[in-house]
């Protein structure tokens, strides 16, 4: 049972523009998501949060939405960068359950020249 | 930031044989910690929830006897695959969290062990 999905599991994005990476959830008690970013034989490195109480949280090139209703949120990357090439995790917690987080199955984002 | 070092990043052993993994906060203590495992162009499925001093909470399906965890400091646990076959090959990661609810922070991750049993 996937409670975090996502369902691109690729993607390709021109240096300069934008990235759009997806994800859905089925469980209404999560109520704080995050994005990871992993490269290859690496462990995740943490980029952005939101919490259910926010729809949209910016940090520098990296904003995140979340649409509640729609069980929904999203990662923007912009300008996309070749750096930014790696593996991104969704992933999703539920207050109270000691950090305990639930992964979605990352979407590669390959940034080209 | 805070730091997780996890210790080996790749190890090859035979089939049978046991395998510990070591997992360090350097610069927190950590009074959580939890091990992952993530096979192929897969999600990291949760393998188990250490808490300082006392046993570990494992997820369903995940053979307790067969994947040994000590949390016996704030700074250190351990990951002993027992017996291993094959099938347990995998990469393993471990994170930690300072705080039991972590107010909402980020785990931090060590850089994984690319474990493979021949």
């Known amino acids: 049972d996937q409670q975090v999905k996502q369902n691109s599991p690729s993607l390709s994005v021109q240096e300069g523009r934008i990235s759009i990476l997806n994800c859905d959830y089925t469980?209404?008690?999560?109520?704080?998501f995050l994005w990871y970013k992993k490269y290859p034989a690496e462990g995740p490195t943490f980029l952005i949060s939101?919490?259910?109480?926010?729809d949209k949280n910016e940090d520098g090139r990296f904003t995140v939405f979340l649409n509640k209703s729609a069980k929904h949120l999203s990662l923007h990357i912009v300008p996309s960068q070749p750096g930014d090439s790696a593996v991104y995790f969704c992933?999703?917690?539920?207050?109270?359950?000691?950090?305990?987080?639930?992964f979605g199955t990352g979407t590669r984002l390959q940034v080209t020249l | 930031g805070a730091v997780v070092s996890q210790h080996p990043s790749r190890v090859i052993c035979k089939s049978g044989t046991s395998v510990k993994i070591e997992c360090r906060s350097l610069?927190?203590?950590?009074?959580?910690m939890f091990w992952y495992r993530q096979f192929p162009k897969q999600s990291l499925m949760l393998m188990a929830t250490?808490?300082?001093?006392?046993?570990?909470?494992?997820e369903q399906g995940v053979e307790k006897d067969k994947f040994l965890i000590n949390h016996a400091s704030l700074t250190l646990s351990t990951l002993t695959v027992t017996s291993a076959h094959p099938e347990d090959s995998s990469f393993y990661i471990c994170?930690?969290?300072?705080?039991?609810?972590?107010?909402?922070?980020?785990?931090?991750f060590g850089n994984g062990t690319r474990l493979t049993v021949t």
């Open positions: 994170s930690a969290s300072g705080d039991r609810d972590a107010d909402n922070s980020p785990l931090h």
């Open positions: 469980n209404s008690m999560f109520d704080y």
């Open positions: 939101i919490s259910s109480i926010k």
């Open positions: 992933a999703a917690r539920i207050t109270g359950t000691a950090s305990k987080l639930t």
């Open positions: 610069d927190f203590q950590a009074t959580t």
């Open positions: 250490s808490n300082e001093g006392s046993k570990a909470t494992y």
